[in-house]
């Protein structure tokens, strides 16, 4: 719902349209045609989230093998 400020400028949403302000001036912004995700699309965002979640599992075990190598008598070298 669009409204009407203090200062007389038009805020808000009204059907697929946003009304702002930008430097002082009243702007009409119309709503983006959504894009509908192919199967490739997909597939590659699922394999993603699966490789990060490796990643992560693979950083928690590095971190924690480090730990035990933070006493100041143990080298690695």
């Given amino acids: 719902m669009a ?3 203090a200062k007389g400028k038009i805020r808000g949403k ?3 349209a946003t009304l702002r ?3 002082g001036e ?3 912004q119309g709503k983006s045609i959504s894009q509908k995700q192919t199967t ?3 597939q590659a ?7 990060q979640t490796s990643n992560r599992l693979c950083r928690e075990l590095i971190q924690y093998a ?3 190598y933070q006493d100041k008598k143990c080298t690695l070298d």
């Fill in 3 to 5: 409204k009407i400020d």
């Fill in 45 to 51: 965002a699922s394999d993603f989230g699966i490789v």
């Fill in 14 to 16: 009204y059907l697929n």
């Fill in 40 to 42: 490739k699309t997909k």
């Fill in 21 to 23: 302000v930008l430097n």
């Fill in 26 to 28: 009243n702007i009409l």
């Fill in 66 to 68: 480090l730990q035990n």
